[in-house]
């Protein structure tokens, strides 16, 4: 079993950044994503990183704007959000995969936090 817990989000305007952080407890050594949901859209796949943090991949709408990285000594995975904009408004979970390569496929990752609520004012 995975647990996991997020922090950082909160409310900032447009433009500005924010950090969020997971914390992870139990299984380790897999790859760790990020998702998020905005009110009445589907579920949409942020950023995920490999085993090892060398790797990562992004959602075609973040690219270049958000950072994922990790440090496993601290079982600890981050996201980097810089230059947001109000379309980023969101509820933004941790995941851990079930594999130890980043993929963009929420099914492919067992474990989730209760997410936290990033906003972004016009």
């Known amino acids: 079993q995975v647990q996991l817990a997020e922090s950082g989000g909160g409310v900032v305007q447009a433009g500005g950044s924010l950090r969020l952080s997971c914390v992870a407890s139990?299984?380790?050594?897999?790859?760790m994503g990020w998702f998020r949901q905005a009110p009445g859209k589907e579920r949409e796949f942020v950023g995920a990183i490999g085993w090892s943090g060398v790797y990562t991949y992004y959602g075609d709408s973040v690219k270049g704007r958000f950072t994922i990285s990790r440090d496993n000594a601290k079982n600890s995975l981050y996201l980097q959000l810089n230059n947001l904009k109000p379309e980023d408004t969101a509820v933004y979970y941790c995941?851990?995969?079930?594999?130890?390569?980043?993929?963009?496929?929420?099914?492919?990752?067992?474990?989730w936090g209760q997410g936290t609520q990033v906003t972004v004012s016009s």
């Open positions: 995941a851990a995969s079930q594999y130890r390569s980043a993929t963009a496929t929420s099914g492919d990752y067992p474990y």
């Open positions: 139990g299984r380790t050594g897999y790859a």
